[in-house]
């Protein structure tokens, strides 16, 4: 048995995604052409009531698009420490937009509006960097799958509007919480001024993400695509698997959040583990214990054909991410390994 738990976007499509991708009706979207990229963009516009959406090769794509339809070079973006804009965008924001990052301390990825007021550069004090966006991220992924309470990001609003700031919702696995807090997309629509969501995350898509917004904002969201390189000509393959997985896929993910629970409660009590983080989504992230090697852990569970995210997460923190094509048997084997393993 093998069993990769590093992410879930290690994901494979299943026949009948397959099927789906194999039947759907395409044409050259740069041209506007594409029925099926059509079909996706209007259901998940309509999914978070807003007025445009648009698909992206990536979430990465997605997110700097998003920065550049709400900055100008010189800007600053505020975000959490752990933000994936900040983290794991390859410095994209400077890049693609020219904007520096002002980071706030948050716990797990999330911050609160007090936090917000404090990172906010005054308008007038011309000196510092013009704050213009706010962006967020649910879930969290480096805060391990944490799911903001959605009336902290109301207050977040709040503090937007009163200071004129943008606010991007990093969505990469906003079904995660949706489906945990028993939430309606339109909740975010009403709520954020674009967002971007992953297919090829929890919902087991090849490729693809969307970034969903009003009308005005969205206006150079196709030119920016264009500059970036992801204008696509017969995507629609690829937005019939997106389809077919919002339509398949999504109440499924509470699956997957079990299973996380349920290797979390046999971590808590093994040696080698100093700190299970509270698990509310897929994503499990525990500190291991000093006084043990790193190195001797991977080599015990590379022995039994168990991948873990050993290193993205920083020195002693090990990250697993459950997912759509870990199946029942190998999560079987997962727990009873757990209870047998000696390090
Ligand atoms: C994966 C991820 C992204 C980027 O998605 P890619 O498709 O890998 O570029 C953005 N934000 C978060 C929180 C993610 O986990």
Not at 75 to 91: A, F, L, R, T, W
Not at 238 to 267: S, V
Request: proline share 2%; glycine share 8%; aromatic share 8%.
């Amino acid at each position: 048995m093998n069993i990769d738990l590093r992410s879930d976007t290690l994901t494979t499509p299943s026949k009948d995604m397959l099927e789906a991708m194999l039947s759907a009706k395409v044409g050259d979207d740069v041209y506007g052409e594409d029925p099926t990229v059509k079909e996706l963009e209007d259901k998940l516009a309509r999914m978070f009531g807003m007025d445009y959406a648009m698909f992206f090769p990536s979430g990465t794509m997605a997110n700097q698009t998003a920065i550049k339809l709400h900055t100008n070079p010189g800007d600053q973006v505020i975000s959490d420490k752990y933000s994936h804009v900040y983290n794991y965008e390859g410095g994209g924001g400077a890049f693609n937009s020219g904007v520096s990052f002002k980071l706030i301390d948050g716990n797990r990825g999330m911050f609160d509006a007090n936090q917000l007021l404090e990172s906010i550069n005054p308008k007038e004090f011309y000196h510092s960097p013009l704050s213009s966006l706010v962006t967020l991220e649910n879930t969290t992924n480096k805060g391990g799958g944490a799911c903001w309470d959605i009336n902290e990001i109301k207050e977040i609003k709040e503090v937007c509007n009163m200071k004129e700031l943008s606010l991007h919702l990093d969505g990469a696995r906003i079904w995660n919480a949706i489906v945990k807090k028993n939430e309606n997309p339109k909740d975010y629509g009403a709520i954020f001024d674009t967002i971007s969501v992953c297919l090829s995350k929890g919902l087991g898509c090849p490729m693809g993400s969307v970034l969903i917004g009003n009308n005005e904002i969205m206006k150079n969201s196709l030119r920016t695509r264009k500059i970036l390189g992801g204008a696509m000509r017969q995507i629609g393959y690829m937005a019939a698997a997106g389809i077919y997985a919002i339509e398949n896929n999504i109440d499924r993910l509470k699956n997957d959040h079990i299973r996380a629970e349920e290797i979390g409660e046999k971590l808590v009590n093994m040696h080698f583990v100093k700190k299970v983080e509270v698990i509310e989504t897929n994503i499990i992230v525990f500190e291991i214990n000093n006084a043990i090697k790193k190195e001797s852990i991977i080599e015990v569970f590379n022995k039994l054909n168990v991948q873990f995210d050993w290193h993205s997460m920083g020195l002693n923190k090990i990250r697993i991410v459950t997912h759509l094509n870990y199946c029942n048997e190998q999560h079987a084997y997962l727990l009873n390994s757990l209870e047998n393993i000696k390090i």
